[in-house]
């Protein structure tokens, strides 16, 4: 009896299992807007988003996400995804869908102020190993008090040398997204417990990570800070210890508007805010940005970071809007290599400007001996030039030339970014873009295209060759001359010559009541001339003889009036004639 019970029970055990199975899957299925296999969980929900950051902050960090379809955040509550203690350290990974609409505030409270920790971002806290790629975002609206980033707010700093380990940001793509950091009060000043230094970014609020990477993304955003704000990078702050600390920006490009709002010391950027002691490299960038500071006389701006302390700087293949650089300082420890470096002032007329230039550096503090290595020549500050491009077209041009091939930031990005600018050189010999068909002397002339279809009918450009003539096989002639004439222009005359006339014909004899005529025509085109003949002449006849006249009268009269009666009695006859054989 015992072993039949628990073979029931067995049983039992056995066909529950998979039931229990089935509804702890249920928690983590496509209704709960999340499912997660191999510790990745995969969000197709803003609901879903929102339940996967409450796992990973619960103790998940080290889980990656995996977006699966758009996400609305619109009306939710949003907590950033990693914490102080629980920095995040997963791949977030968009899959190239888009997260739009996260609303996150914190007033300017003494608490908010005093609160560390409170990030307002999408990922609050990463920690070593963390990366964010393939993302779109657009709508975010984002207001704190330290550590306001669209993508990080913070970054933590491993304790040791890590050479393989880093942040990374990557093919990141920001629009219409507006982010404020606030920290202080009216006159600079940290409120009760506060501090200054809000870093504001949009992709990074404050790099300390042994290794920083932001490559191939874009923002087109609207930015402002009490101190260091940045389009992608606020600022860093890396022990000094730390011998493999860097921040590598590549493959970007920053729009939008900027600005440094605190009336105490500070400054705007488009790549990096504060820059100090770790080494940065910047390549095939472009930067664009409306930098604004409230303070011009404590707060700087410059392209690539406002405040560099000790510089360690390599820049390569970049395009900036204004001066690179806003504030140096220490400029013999470090080391400055730049090469292809393009400032783009628009409408200048400057061709190009020397580092000291308020152009290049808004403020510097650099010693006489100081030098840089510019397109591999060490040179001194003083000494070295920096070309400046005057025309946006032209800067269109060299940032397609540094974005050539780059596997993030295509053409359309670039064109979404900057705006479509008609560049009329594409040549199309087709019907849409005709200005006028090929005549027989003249090629047909087409208008330059731009890439967007459009032209512009100031700039042509012929093709092919001429119609040529097209001589008519019939003759043309006038009263001394004959020729073949081109039926398509109808001027071109071809084998003129003069006519040749065969013999004159009679056309019209003459009388003695009227003219007569006569023509004679070309032998080679047929054109005929007349000529007319003159009526003929009557002559009066000689005058009659009466010779064989008795009695000397004219014979002429008694001649016809016999001739008459014969030609009368002849008349009757002949009718009689008729008559009789009528009768019989």
């Known amino acids: 009896m015992k072993k039949k019970f628990l073979a029931i029970a067995l049983c039992l055990v056995i066909l529950m299992t998979p039931l229990a199975t089935v509804g702890a899957y249920a928690d983590t299925s496509?209704?709960?807007?999340?499912?997660?296999?191999?510790?990745?969980?995969?969000?197709?929900?803003?609901?879903?988003?929102?339940?996967?950051?409450?796992?990973?902050?619960?103790?998940?960090?080290?889980?990656?996400?995996?977006?699966?379809?758009?996400?609305?955040?619109?009306?939710?509550?949003?907590?950033?995804?990693?914490?102080?203690?629980?920095?995040?350290?997963?791949?977030?990974?968009?899959?190239?869908?888009?997260?739009?609409?996260?609303?996150?505030?914190?007033?300017?409270?003494?608490?908010?102020?005093?609160?560390?920790?409170?990030?307002?971002?999408?990922?609050?806290?990463?920690?070593?190993?963390?990366?964010?790629?393939?993302?779109?975002?657009?709508?975010?609206?984002?207001?704190?008090?330290?550590?306001?980033?669209?993508?990080?707010?913070?970054?933590?700093?491993?304790?040791?040398?890590?050479?393989?380990?880093?942040?990374?940001?990557?093919?990141?793509?920001?629009?219409?997204?507006?982010?404020?950091?606030?920290?202080?009060?009216?006159?600079?000043?940290?409120?009760?417990?506060?501090?200054?230094?809000?870093?504001?970014?949009?992709?990074?609020?404050?790099?300390?990570?042994n290794k920083t990477e932001v490559n191939g993304c874009s923002v087109v955003a609207t930015l402002t800070g009490d101190c260091r704000v940045a389009g992608l990078i606020g600022g860093e702050s890396v022990s000094s210890s730390?011998?493999?600390?860097?921040?590598?920006?590549?493959?970007?490009?920053?729009?939008?508007?900027?600005?440094?709002?605190?009336?105490?010391?500070?400054?705007?950027?488009?790549?990096?805010?504060?820059h100090s002691t770790i080494p940065m490299t910047v390549t095939n960038c472009v930067s664009l940005a409306e930098l604004v500071v409230k303070n011009a006389s404590k707060g700087t701006k410059g392209a690539i970071a406002f405040d560099i302390n000790k510089l360690t700087l390599t820049l390569d293949h970049c395009v900036v809007t204004g001066a690179p650089l806003g504030k140096l300082t220490n400029t013999t420890?470090?080391?400055?290599?730049?090469?292809?470096?393009?400032?783009?002032?628009?409408?200048?007329?400057?061709?190009?400007?020397?580092?000291?230039?308020?152009?290049?550096?808004?403020?510097?503090?650099?010693?006489?001996?100081?030098?840089?290595?510019?397109?591999?020549?060490?040179?001194?500050?003083?000494?070295?030039?920096?070309?400046?491009?005057?025309?946006?077209?032209?800067?269109?041009?060299k940032a397609e030339e540094i974005f050539k091939n780059n596997t993030f930031i295509t053409e359309a990005i670039f064109e979404e970014i900057v705006g479509h600018v008609h560049d009329y050189t594409i040549e199309l010999a087709e019907a849409a873009f005709l200005k006028s068909a090929a005549t027989c002397t003249e090629a047909a002339v087409y208008y330059k295209s731009c890439s967007c279809g459009g032209f512009d009918e100031s700039i042509t450009f012929t093709h092919g060759e001429p119609a040529g003539h097209k001589l008519s096989d019939k003759w043309t002639n006038n009263d001394t001359e004959h020729w073949h004439v081109c039926t398509v222009c109808l001027e071109e005359k071809s084998?003129?010559?003069?006519?040749?006339?065969?013999?004159?014909?009679?056309?019209?004899?003459?009388?003695t009541k009227r003219e007569g005529e006569r023509a004679k025509a070309c032998t080679v085109c047929g054109h005929e001339i007349t000529e007319k003949l003159e009526k003929l002449v009557v002559t009066e006849a000689p005058a009659a003889t009466n010779e064989g006249s008795s009695n000397g009268e004219d014979s002429g009269c008694g001649g016809s009036v016999l001739g008459f009666g014969a030609v009368a009695l002849i008349s009757l006859g002949a009718c009689a004639l008729c008559m009789k054989k009528k009768e019989d």
């Open 30 to 209: 496509a209704d709960a807007g999340y499912t997660v296999v191999d510790k990745t969980y995969t969000v197709t929900t803003a609901d879903g988003l929102l339940a996967v950051t409450a796992l990973i902050n619960g103790g998940n960090n080290d889980y990656n996400i995996t977006l699966a379809a758009d996400i609305d955040l619109a009306g939710k509550t949003w907590t950033p995804i990693g914490t102080t203690n629980r920095p995040y350290k997963g791949v977030f990974n968009g899959a190239n869908f888009t997260i739009k609409n996260l609303t996150c505030i914190i007033e300017n409270t003494d608490e908010g102020v005093s609160s560390k920790g409170v990030y307002v971002s999408l990922i609050g806290k990463a920690n070593e190993g963390c990366a964010v790629k393939n993302l779109k975002i657009t709508g975010f609206n984002l207001q704190g008090v330290e550590f306001v980033s669209v993508i990080i707010g913070e970054t933590a700093q491993a304790n040791a040398d890590d050479a393989e380990s880093k942040v990374l940001v990557e093919n990141v793509h920001v629009r219409e997204t507006t982010v404020v950091g606030l920290n202080g009060d009216d006159n600079g000043k940290a409120t009760s417990g506060g501090i200054r230094n809000s870093y504001t970014g949009a992709m990074i609020g404050k790099a300390g990570a």
């Open 242 to 274: 730390v011998k493999t600390a860097s921040i590598t920006v590549k493959n970007c490009v920053i729009a939008g508007n900027y600005a440094q709002t605190g009336a105490a010391s500070g400054g705007v950027s488009a790549i990096l805010g504060y």
């Open 333 to 397: 420890t470090g080391t400055v290599i730049l090469s292809n470096l393009f400032i783009y002032k628009d409408g200048e007329t400057a061709e190009k400007l020397s580092p000291l230039d308020k152009g290049f550096v808004a403020s510097a503090d650099v010693a006489e001996t100081s030098k840089l290595t510019l397109n591999d020549t060490e040179t001194l500050w003083s000494e070295a030039m920096l070309p400046v491009i005057n025309k946006q077209s032209d800067m269109i041009a």
């Open 495 to 511: 084998d003129v010559g003069t006519h040749t006339y065969g013999d004159w014909k009679v056309t019209r004899e003459p009388t």
